[in-house]
Nanobody, 128 residues
Framework: QVQLVESGGGSVQAGGSLRLTCAAS????????MGWFRQAPGKEREGVAA????????LYAGSVKGRFIISQDNAKKTVYLEMIDLKPEDTAMYYC?????????????????????WGQGTQVTVSS
């Protein structure tokens, strides 16, 4: 059974930083895409960052590029999202997701349909 467990959310002031962690179990992990998505109240869920576990290649949404860094620890099957210079508009529930199929493909897009497994979410709140 695949499980994705997120941690690290919290409340910070604008300009602050947080580090989210996603630990995967029961999942092949290597040579798959892992992603972070977020959903703010009243808005659709959107992809913010993804990593291809095979070679560590990363992708970011334009709104977070330069402020968020996704990384991984292959041995621990864990993905991280380092977030700096947080803004109130980053307030959302953040979800870790694991791809439905393995292997590298391009172009990559943040499509929820490509991700079969989801964590329970961790709340990030940024106050101004």
């Amino acid at each position: 059974q695949v499980q994705l467990v997120e941690s690290g959310g919290g409340s910070v002031q604008a300009g602050g930083s947080l580090r989210l962690t996603c630990a995967a179990s029961g999942y092949p992990y290597s040579t798959y895409y892992m992603g972070w998505f977020r959903q703010a109240p009243g808005k659709e869920r959107e992809g913010v960052a993804a990593i291809y576990t095979g070679d560590g290649g990363t992708l970011y949404a334009g709104s977070v590029k330069g402020r968020f860094i996704i990384s991984q620890d292959n041995a621990k099957k864990t993905v991280y999202l380092e977030m700096i210079d947080l803004k109130p508009e980053d307030t959302a529930m953040y979800y870790c997701a694991a791809a439905r199929r393995g292997g590298y493909y391009w172009p990559f897009v943040f499509d929820e349909a490509d991700f079969a497994y989801w964590g329970q979410g961790t709340q990030v709140t940024v106050s101004s």
